[in-house]
């Protein structure tokens, strides 16, 4: 069974720093590609990063671009998201996702989701 768990969700002034976890169980972590995604109240669930554990290859959306860094920790089979220089439109609950493959195959609706950590960042 593939389950996905994030951490390290908060709460944090604007500028601040945040590292979100996502520990991956049950499937052979070297074949998925793992991603961020992030939903606000109202918001329709926004990518925010991905990481294909196969080659490494990284995709960030353009709101994120030099202020988050995904990366991946194999022997764990961890992927994390340090997050820096957060705004208030950070402020979301983000959630890992899985899916054999690379970072296109999160385009759609990805098949396996952790439960979400709350992210908040006050102004």
């Known amino acids: 069974e593939v389950q996905l768990v994030e951490s390290g969700g908060g709460l944090v002034q604007a500028g601040g720093s945040l590292r979100l976890s996502c520990a991956a169980s049950g499937f052979t972590f070297d074949d998925y590609a793992i991603g961020w995604f992030r939903q606000a109240p109202g918001k329709e669930r926004e990518g925010v990063s991905c990481i294909s554990s196969s080659d490494g290859s990284t995709y960030y959306a353009d709101s994120v671009k030099g202020r988050f860094t995904i990366s991946s920790d194999n022997a764990k089979n961890t992927v994390y998201l340090q997050m820096n220089s957060l705004k208030p439109e950070d402020t979301a609950v983000y959630y890992c996702?899985?899916?054999?493959?690379?970072?296109?195959?999160?385009?759609?609706?990805?098949?396996?989701w952790g439960q979400g950590t709350q992210v908040t960042v006050s102004s």
């Open positions: 996702a899985a899916d054999m493959g690379n970072c296109g195959t999160l385009e759609g609706t990805p098949t396996n």
